[in-house]
């Protein structure tokens, strides 16, 4: 069984930053593994050590300053990786669900996993419909949000559960080939081993452009536009106290008797 798990690489912020335009200046961001991705690939890698899976594929979508993330996936057990870029990608401020599901769908053609599996959102756009789409765009069966998944993927069948609004969650099996979106806290994912990390740099990591995997340049074109950047007001302030325990339980009495909330 093959495995393809889809990642992503995220701009992480400073706590204090500031914005230019329609985008946070550059001193103040950083850049990590998206963390729902991250736990899509030990989900992943999981499945291969309990001897379900052979192999486990990480594909990304970036330039090559995103290969030292992707080589997190690989640290932490991916067996191989595929970078999708192209010059036609250069210019794309924001990539939409269409866009990123054509070039993903077009890697998964080409590998032919049994399962794949992606992370419910991304921690900078949050979509969270990329995976769904994905599922549309080839013909898979899939299942959103899944917070467990039964590892043993007998007869072609996953049995998984998933979260539903207002708390519910469902039971439910679907077969596979599928595409499956991953929800944080599915399981802990490992932190990479510096073994694993010395290895990531010597697995493969394979650079395809569009024409690679057969997409037209035309298919990413994209209808969003970011148009403002800005922090939203805080809704309500927060109330500290100092003092002892008893100072403080007086003066919260206070406040809470103020707002109507206690007698």
């Known amino acids: 069984m093959k495995i393809l798990v889809t990642v992503k690489e995220v701009a992480t912020v400073e706590d204090e930053f500031e914005i230019e335009g329609t985008e946070i200046a550059d001193q103040y961001l950083g850049a990590d593994l998206n963390e729902w991705d991250d736990y899509a690939v030990e989900e992943a890698v999981q499945l291969q050590e309990d001897g379900i899976a052979d192999e486990v594929v990480a594909v990304t979508i970036g330039p090559e300053d995103c290969e030292q993330t992707i080589r997190q996936a690989l640290a932490k057990g991916a067996d191989r990786a595929v970078r999708v870029w192209d010059d036609a990608l250069e210019d ?62 007998e007869d072609g069948v996953a049995s998984v559960r998933r979260e539903l609004e207002g708390g519910v969650e469902e039971l439910t099996d679907i ?81 809470l008797r103020d707002k109507g909330v206690a007698q």
């Open 92 to 153: 794309v401020d924001l990539l939409d669900v269409n866009a990123k599901t054509e070039i993903l769908s077009a890697v998964v053609d080409a590998e032919d996993p049994d399962l794949v599996l992606t992370g419910v959102q991304a921690g900078d756009d949050s979509f969270a419909a990329t995976g769904v789409s994905m599922a549309e765009q080839l013909g898979y069966q899939w299942g959103a949000v899944v917070n467990h998944l039964e590892h043993d993927l």
């Open 175 to 255: 077969e596979l080939p599928a595409v499956l979106t991953i929800q944080t806290g599915i399981n802990e994912p490992r932190y990479a081993s510096l073994r694993g990390i010395r290895q990531a740099q010597r697995k493969e990591l394979d650079v395809q452009t569009l024409a690679d995997i057969g997409v037209d340049e035309s298919t990413i074109e994209t209808e969003l536009e970011l148009t403002d950047m800005y922090e939203p007001e805080s809704e309500s302030d927060a109330t500290v106290w100092e003092g002892s325990a008893e100072e403080t339980a007086t003066e919260l009495g206070e406040l």
